[in-house]
Nanobody, 123 residues
Framework: QVQLVESGGGLVQAGGSLRLSCAASGRTFITYVMAWFRQAPGKEREFVATISWSGASTYYTDSVKGRFTISRDNAKNTVYLQMNSLKPEDTAVYYC????????????????WGQGTQVTVSS
């Protein structure tokens, strides 16, 4: 069982930056693939980025490549999402997820979810 708690969301102007954090409980954090998804009002939850157990492999959706960076600190049981050059279309609730399938971009590929943190980008 893994419990995930996101933090770091907020209101930022277009072009600004935010860093999201996701703290995980449990001693098995290192065995999980971690990911970030987001969901805008009226839209389905969509994949943003994922990172392998060691952090050696990362995958991003095309719309955030070059702007967002996913990383993890296994000693702190935490995964991060550094978001730069934010755009109004990045506005959404961002969710952290844990699973076992490396590189999965589907919500069904993850077993545990956080409660989400709101990111709002003003134009």
């Amino acid at each position: 069982q893994v419990q995930l708690v996101e933090s770091g969301g907020g209101l930022v102007q277009a072009g600004g930056s935010l860093r999201l954090s996701c703290a995980a409980s449990g001693r098995t954090f290192i065995t999980y693939v971690m990911a970030w998804f987001r969901q805008a009002p009226g839209k389905e939850r969509e994949f943003v980025a994922t990172i392998s157990w060691s952090g050696a492999s990362t995958y991003y959706t095309d719309s955030v490549k070059g702007r967002f960076t996913i990383s993890r600190d296994n000693a702190k049981n935490t995964v991060y999402l550094q978001m730069n050059s934010l755009k109004p279309e990045d506005t959404a609730v961002y969710y952290c997820a844990a699973g076992v399938r490396v590189g999965s971009s589907r919500t069904s590929g993850y077993d545990y979810w956080g409660q989400g943190t709101q990111v709002t980008v003003s134009s």
